[in-house]
C-alpha cells in the first residue's frame, strides 16, 4: 500500500484489502493472488512476513 499525496488515502498495491485494529497497531492484509517477485517465487504471506523483517 502506499499514500496518495493529493488525497491523503492509503492505496492498495499488493494487498487487495486490509483491516486496522482498534488501537491502530496491528494491520491485517488480504494479499493479491498471482502475485510473484522478479525471480518468479509466489508473494506469499510468508515471504513478505519474512522481506518486512529483515
Request: hydrophobic residues 35%.
Given at each position: 500500500?502506499k499514500?496518495?499525496?493529493?488525497?491523503?488515502?492509503?492505496?492498495?498495491?499488493?494487498?487487495?484489502?486490509?483491516?486496522?485494529?482498534?488501537?491502530?497497531?496491528?494491520?491485517?492484509?488480504?494479499?493479491?493472488?498471482?502475485?510473484t517477485?522478479?525471480?518468479?517465487?509466489?508473494?506469499?504471506?510468508?515471504?513478505?512476513g519474512?522481506?518486512?523483517s529483515?
Amino acid at each position: 500500500m502506499k499514500l496518495d499525496q493529493e488525497t491523503g488515502e492509503i492505496v492498495p498495491l499488493l494487498a487487495e484489502s486490509w483491516t486496522v485494529s482498534p488501537d491502530g497497531r496491528t494491520y491485517d492484509f488480504t494479499l493479491r493472488p498471482g502475485v510473484t517477485f522478479a525471480d518468479g517465487e509466489a508473494f506469499t504471506a510468508e515471504t513478505c512476513g519474512s522481506a518486512s523483517s529483515g
